[in-house]
Structure formats: structure tokens, C-alpha cells
């Protein structure tokens, strides 16, 4: 059974920094696609950034240069480092993972290429 576990949202200035991470269990983490996703409240679920098992990654244009993903192998967990946090970050972020493909493709950066999802961890952002 897949679970995955978010976890290091909080509250934070604009301009702060956070650090995501996901929990990985019945689930490999290196082996395949996994991404993040961000929801705020009256909106669809967006993808925030993508990465594959040998370390390509995507992002959306509305965090490029601000954020990272990253895998941490040995720990079998998803990160995701946010900086320069702006009020419009704020959101429940989601972690995501395929369990089918472990290259890239177009298609990950949207909520359909991935079948297990974890429970969210809030991030708000004050001005």
C-alpha cells in the first residue's frame, strides 16, 4: 500500500523560504515520475514542479527560479525547497507520484499522469 506524507508547511512572510518534504512508503521513490501540485481555495489543482529518476525535473513558470525539487533517495522522500514566497504561493501543496513512468514527458506537470496523492500540507504567505 502507497502511502505518501507531506509535511514542513507553515506561515511565512513574503520573501521567506520553506522547505516541503513527502514521505514515501510502499513506494520507491528513485524508480519513478513524482511532482508537487499546489491548491488554493476556488481554484483547480495546479503542478508546481516534476521529477524523474535520474533527476530531470519541470516547473511551472510561476515558480521558475524560486523553487527546487529534489529527491532524497536514501530517505525514500520528496522535497521541495520554496523561495522568495510570495502571497500568491499560498495554498494546500500536494505530493504526487507515478507509478508507471520513470522519464519525463509534457504530461507531468498535470494532475493526470499521477495515481497516489498524499494528504497536503498548508502554506500561506502573508504580504
Known amino acids: 500500500q502507497v502511502q505518501l506524507v507531506e509535511s514542513g508547511g507553515g506561515s511565512v512572510q513574503a520573501g521567506g523560504s520553506l522547505t516541503l518534504s513527502c514521505a514515501a512508503s510502499g513506494y520507491t521513490v528513485s524508480n519513478y515520475c513524482m511532482g508537487w501540485f499546489r491548491q488554493a481555495p476556488g481554484k483547480e489543482r495546479e503542478g508546481v514542479a516534476t521529477i524523474d529518476s535520474v533527476g530531470n525535473t519541470n516547473y511551472a513558470d510561476s515558480v521558475k527560479g524560486r523553487v527546487t525539487i529534489s529527491k532524497g533517495n536514501a530517505k525514500n522522500t520528496l522535497y521541495l525547497q520554496m523561495n522568495s514566497l510570495k502571497p500568491e504561493d499560498s495554498a494546500m501543496y500536494y505530493c504526487?507520484?507515478?507509478?508507471?513512468?520513470?522519464?519525463?514527458?509534457?504530461?507531468?506537470?498535470?494532475?493526470?499522469?499521477?495515481?497516489?496523492w498524499g494528504q497536503g500540507t498548508q502554506v500561506t504567505v502573508s504580504s
Open positions: 504526487a507520484a507515478d507509478s508507471t513512468a520513470s522519464r519525463l514527458r509534457s504530461y507531468h506537470l498535470t494532475k493526470y499522469a499521477y495515481n497516489y
